[in-house]
Each structure stands twice: as C-alpha cells, then as structure tokens.
C-alpha cells in the first residue's frame, strides 16, 4: 500500500467543514481562472494576429517585386510579366501563389463629392478567394478578353464619403499628360477595416491601368507573391531574391507595414507579461494552501513522525494533496477557457470597435499547440512550487507537533 496517497485520499474525503476545505476551493479556483484567462488570452491574440495578417495579405501580399526606380510615387515603373521567375515560381513548394498587379493614382468623383484614390489594376491570375473575405456587398470584376473591363470594387469608407452604392456609375480622372477620363461603374464594395487601405485603394482591371499608362497586355507595375507559410517569409526572401532579375527589387510585408507589425510583437510582450503574474498569483495561492493545510494537521503530522514515518513520506502527504488541488483546477480551467473561446467563435458575443481594432468581433484561433503547453508549463511549475512549503515539515518538533492546537 502507499501509505502517503492513502492518507491524502482520506484527508480529501473529510467531511468536516474546516477552514483547510475553504482554502483547498480557493486554489482549485486560483489555478482553474488562471489557466481560463491564460486559453483566453492566447486565443484571442492568435485570432487577432492572424485576422490583422490575413487582411493584410488580401489586400497586399507576403512579398513585393517590382523595378528598382528611385520613383516614390504611386505611378510604378513598367516591367514584363512573363520573366523566369513568373513562369518559375510553382516549382518553389514555399510560393502558394504569384499574380501580376498594377497601382495607379487618381481622383474619383462622384455626382456630390471626390476624393484621391489608387486604382490596383488586377488581372485573370487574381486570387479573389483570398479577397472575397472582404467583401461586404456585390461580387468581384469581371474580365474583357476584347478590351478593358470599367468595373471597379470600393471600400465601403469611400462609399460612404462620396455617397456611392452599388451599381452606380462615377467617373475616374487620371492626372498625366494628357489627361484621362474614364466612367466606371461599382460592382462591389470591400471593408477590412484597415484604414491605410479603405481609404485610398480601389481595384479595377489590370487591362485599364495598362490602358492609361500605354502599356501593352504583357507590361505590369509589380508583383505579388503568396507563401504557404508567413513563418518562411525570411527564407523564401532570400530564395525569390536569387531568382528574380538583377533589375528588380524585393520589399516584405513587414517592411511595407512596419508600424502594424511592430505593434503586433508589442502585443506578444504584453500577454507573456500578463501570462507571468497570473502564474505567479497561483503559485503563490497554492503555496498558501499547503502551509494552511500543515498547520491544520500539524497534530497529525507529529503522530505520523511518532509512529515512525520519516519527513520524507510525509511531505509526499501533502504534495498529493497539492497535485489533486492542481489536475481539478486544470480540468475545470480547460472546460471554462476551450469552452468560452468556442462560444465566441460561433456567436461572436462579444463586439469590437472596428475603427479602433480592423475588426468588429473579438477573432478566436485555436491553437490545440499552445493550449497543450499552456497546461503544461502549468502543471510543471506550480507542482515544483508546491514542494517548498513541505520542507517546513522537516522542521516540525515531534513533541511540539502533538501538542498544538489548531
């Protein structure tokens, strides 16, 4: 028989109500909110770094390539589409996708109101499932094989500022010498949330841009290029920057928005500083628990010492208490955190700001992962904790123990 699990059962099994069992549901409360909020947290920071990223990519991509130009304009240097690197990409495993995109300044006007926009010429190669997300009305443009389409997607910010809804028909005036006017009309409107974007970019054909700037159907401003993995985009870098050509540059998507990732690495330092009190409140908790519930049964201790048990057996006592306290916080920590996350990411309970945070719900990833380390780094930590207190143990006097009182 192990005598220290047996009488650890017997003492969780007490029915007397003492002040031990109110402490003991404390620290089982301590680590199962602690754990909760640590699964919450995480969560919702993945979510939301993976809801930035993603709006990010729709619009934008993981790498840029384009003409070196010392041009800081949205007027962007002409460069050909079919270069090796274009018709070679698919061999690369890490490249998901590449497409030929083109940007142009102009100003849209409407019957009330005008405002400077960039016109992104995009082409058949588009990746509109990425882009479809940000779709609040409408459907995406539809190409011309005899000329260019004059379909274009808004933003629901530029919308709203010119007062435009869908189907109406708004003129595009392009600023270069001569002039150029075009009528087009809005088969959609988009909404990310990322002001940077909502407010300046629209998207219109490639064909049309191509038009205005007097390129030919194999001529575009940059491209985009898509990773399987944002985690790579270090790597692939370097490998896209060996195969495109000697005139073309490379710019990532953390150099293109340096200000919004910058601000994402300060949120991870945030949690992790966050993540670090709440484990030191449990530990803390916990080791509170042990010492009342040693001082509670200290008469017993001095028993136990009297009757031959060495400090070593004893302490393994207290120690199985203490990890009953933890694998019951854990289990009830794991069902209100998994639990929680779940109801927001099919209800969507809880509503955010849009202007302030680029979405309008709180965004839920789970990562089973990092849940999985969460519990263990839990379990670890405050496990090692607990077995400082028992060391007082070994420092109880055997007469003083059986004549103390609690």
Not at 316 to 338: D, H, S
Request: charged share 20%.
């Amino acid at each position: 028989m192990n005598l220290p699990r047996f009488i650890a059962q017997r003492i969780q099994k007490t029915n007397t109500t003492t002040f031990t069992s109110t402490v003991t549901k404390i620290g089982i409360s301590s680590i199962t909110i602690g754990l909760a909020v640590m699964i919450i947290s995480f969560s919702i920071l993945i979510g939301f770094k993976r809801t930035i990223r993603d709006k990010l990519f729709s619009l934008s991509s993981h790498i840029q390539v384009s003409k070196i130009t010392l041009n800081q304009s949205f007027e962007e240097t002409p460069m050909p589409i079919n270069t090796k690197f274009y018709q070679n990409y698919r061999k690369n495993p890490k490249i998901r996708h590449v497409q030929a995109v083109a940007n142009k300044a102009g100003l849209l006007k409407s019957s009330e109101e005008h405002t400077g926009i960039v016109i992104k010429g995009v082409g058949k190669d588009y990746d509109w499932a990425s882009f479809s997300e940000n779709l609040v009305e409408g459907r995406k443009i539809n190409s011309n094989d005899s000329t260019y389409s004059t379909e274009i997607i808004i933003s629901k910010k530029i919308a709203t500022q010119l007062k435009i809804k869908l189907s109406d028909e708004v003129m595009i005036y392009f600023i270069q010498n001569p002039p150029r006017i075009r009528k087009v009309k809005v088969v959609g409107i988009y909404d990310t949330g990322l002001e940077e974007f909502d407010k300046n970019f629209i998207l219109g054909d490639l064909a049309l841009v191509q038009r205005m700037n007097d390129w030919n159907e194999e001529t575009a401003g940059h491209y985009e290029v898509f990773l399987n993995d944002f985690d790579q985009l270090d790597i692939v870098s370097r490998q896209v920057f060996d195969d495109i050509d000697q005139d073309m540059q490379l710019l990532k998507v953390t150099e293109m928005f340096p200000a919004i990732f910058d601000w994402l690495n300060l949120m991870d330092r945030n949690i992790f500083v966050i993540i670090a009190l709440i484990l030191v409140v449990a530990s803390f908790n916990m080791i509170s628990v042990l010492l009342v519930m040693m001082m509670e049964r200290t008469p017993m201790i001095g028993l136990l010492k009297a009757l031959g048990s060495d400090n070593a057996k004893i302490r393994k006592i207290f120690i199985f208490n203490g990890l009953t306290i933890i694998i019951k916080g854990i289990i009830y920590g794991n069902i209100i955190g998994i639990g929680f996350c779940y109801l927001q990411y099919l209800f969507k309970v809880i509503p955010l700001d849009s202007e302030s945070y680029y979405m309008n719900y709180v965004p839920i990833s789970f990562n089973w992962l990092t849940i999985l380390i969460i519990n263990i780094v839990t379990i670890v930590l405050v496990l090692g904790v607990i077995t400082i207190p028992t060391f007082v143990i070994s420092r109880m006097k055997l007469v003083e123990s059986l004549k103390f009182k609690s």
